[in-house]
């Protein structure tokens, strides 16, 4: 995607709780992926999950799922059951040519789960 | 579980400066890839390699900057002549390159973190 846009900056949510964080896209590309990283404060960079244009279902691992909404250009990421550890900045991104090449990254949001 | 390292973790350079960056990729993996994160602001794509060779370069990558695979393991940036701004956190990831290019996941090391003085 030529474009990334993550709307918003900070979240506060109560443990426990389902989360949704926002991501919508701006391609051209017939074909191409969706990834979701995690950046916990320490820094790394893990990634969380990928969804394709192509794919039929939505993608899902663990208690991470995406809401692949292609009409709308959109790749929301779902975090069931929230978890203190689960706070970080959390990164939409996708491959800019629809090939494997840089990624363009969104501005990221930054959840913060609540005991 | 393979993952991707970098050494150093952090480095503090004096403006002016050169400074390599090091990054052993996932040994499998095909593609190489540099990217930097300004503190506080979104990750950029600097560059892609694969091949012995530059695949892909943003704006960011110029002249400044360099890569090389030296041996069959390492990947290196190496930064000439440091500026201020050239103060961010690092990121190297490798992927596998196989199949469809579009679903190539991206994993990264733990990142560099660059402080220039």
């Known amino acids: 995607a030529q474009k990334i846009t993550q709307t918003q900056p900070g979240m506060f949510v109560q443990e426990k709780e389902a989360v949704t964080l926002d991501c919508t896209y701006d391609t051209s590309d017939p074909s191409y992926g969706l990834f979701w990283y995690k950046q916990p404060s320490s820094g790394e960079m893990i990634f969380l999950i990928y969804q394709g244009s192509y794919d039929q279902q939505n993608a899902t691992e663990g208690r991470y799922s995406l809401n692949f909404q292609k009409a709308r250009k959109s790749a929301n990421l779902v975090i069931s059951a929230s978890q203190l550890g689960d706070s970080a900045m959390y990164f939409c991104a996708s491959p800019h040519k629809g090939g494997a090449d840089g990624l363009t990254f969104g501005k990221g949001t930054h959840l913060i789960i609540q005991p | 579980e393979p993952e991707v390292t970098q050494t150093p973790s952090h480095q503090v350079t004096q403006m002016g400066q050169e400074v390599i960056l090091r990054c052993v990729p996932i040994?499998?993996?095909?593609?190489f890839y540099w990217y930097r994160q300004i503190l506080g602001q979104k990750v950029e794509f600097l560059v892609s390699?694969?091949?012995?060779?530059?695949?892909?370069k943003s704006e960011i990558f110029d002249d400044q900057f360099s890569v090389e695979r030296p041996d069959g393991s390492n990947f290196t940036l190496k930064i000439r002549s440091t500026k201020l701004e050239d103060s961010a956190m690092y990121f190297c990831?490798?992927?596998?390159?196989?199949?469809?290019?579009?679903?190539?996941?991206?994993?990264f090391g733990p990142g560099t973190r660059l402080t220039v003085l």
């Open positions: 040994s499998n993996h095909l593609y």
């Open positions: 390699f694969y091949n012995n060779e530059i695949s892909e």
């Open positions: 990831a490798s992927s596998e390159g196989q199949g469809a290019a579009s679903t190539d996941t991206q994993y």
